[in-house]
């Protein structure tokens, strides 16, 4: 688990993987970054509560990276590799589940839902708007689906032997670095495999700005992958650009050409109208969040795509496991 300010629902995520329906053996790493609050205090209580749970320092608090240290300390005989957030809430039965998904199919990582749950009117919201293809387009772990074969997975639970083979996250993409993994294990000829009974719960940012910082690092470090990897850009993906260019150049245009400001109004309306009857149990304050979370998702990503700049990408190479295994001991 990578750890960076996860005070707030840190002993809820780890408890909830402590409580796996699962009868083999279970060990949780956290891998600290340097927190603001007291994500470290509620680890230690963790640790001294039960003797599954160890750390890791992080002390650059990159998810990469945390990823990295954190495989670097598992026990040799651990063959099975699952990824949690300090904000996931693993189903009961998710472990098992994921165990058989692997026999059955024989992929290298599997994993499920990213469902979405919020606790305030405004998490609620932004919780409808990622599970819905209005707010995402047709991700399958997103707005869910059919099992069978993806290009990337929420999270994942992996064969050791292929995090290995991989040398683990690469450290470059501070975002976008499960997408990346999973971009090479398919490369490499392994399979990755979407499956809806594997579920976890995922809590939204609390605010909007939040959001939009989210969303906009999201579109950022997607463009670096697509540099990265060529040929990983589809449709789905260019969509919050092309909407981005459209509105902005919709109501500068406008000024000179009226017809142009067909597609702002087509683009509010599309989004107003769509957020209000999104499907699902919102309130009447949640519905009317929907056409400000909504474009804020969309144009956060559009702008990070459009605006990534090629120095974000770092020229240092990937990490390899073993060199963390290494620092561990």
């Known amino acids: 688990m990578p750890i960076l300010d996860e005070e707030r629902h840190l002993e809820e995520a780890v408890q909830a993987v402590l409580d796996q329906a699962y009868d083999g053996a279970l060990e949780v790493v956290l891998a600290l970054g340097p927190s603001t609050d007291a994500t470290d205090e509620v680890a230690a209580r963790l640790v001294a509560r039960d003797a599954r749970v160890r750390t890791v320092a992080n002390p650059s608090g990159r998810t990469p990276e945390a990823l990295n240290a954190a495989l670097g300390a598992l026990s040799p005989e651990v063959e099975v590799v699952v990824r949690v957030d300090g904000h996931g809430i693993l189903d009961p039965g998710y472990v098992r589940t994921a165990v058989e998904v692997l026999a059955e199919t024989g992929a290298a990582n599997v994993g499920g839902l990213m469902d979405a749950e919020g606790a305030t009117a405004f998490e609620r919201a932004v919780a409808a708007a990622m599970t819905s293809r209005l707010g995402v387009g047709a991700s399958a772990f997103h707005t869910g689906g059919d099992a069978g074969p993806a290009e990337t997975v929420y999270l994942g639970v992996f064969r050791r032997e292929w995090l290995d083979r991989m040398h683990g996250y690469d450290p470059r993409f501070v975002r976008a670095q499960d997408w990346e993994l999973n971009h090479r294990i398919r490369e490499a000829g392994g399979l990755v495999w979407f499956s809806p009974r594997l579920r976890v719960a995922y809590r939204p940012r609390a605010t909007l700005r939040a959001l939009a910082r989210q969303y906009r690092d999201y579109g950022r470090w997607r463009r670096v992958v697509a540099r990265t990897h060529s040929g990983t850009i589809n449709l789905r993906y260019l969509a919050p650009p092309v909407a981005l260019v459209g509105v902005v150049g919709g109501l500068v245009g406008g000024f ?39 474009p804020t998702m969309h144009l956060s990503w559009g702008w990070g795509f459009l605006t990534s700049p090629r120095s974000l990408m770092p020229s240092a190479q990937p990490v390899p496991v073993e060199q963390e295994q290494e620092r561990a001991a």
């Open 256 to 294: 000179v050409w009226a017809p142009l400001w067909a597609a702002p109004a087509g683009y509010l309306a599309l989004t107003t109208v769509g957020g209000l009857t999104l499907r699902g149990d919102l309130s009447p304050v949640e519905r009317l969040l929907e056409p400000v979370v909504l």
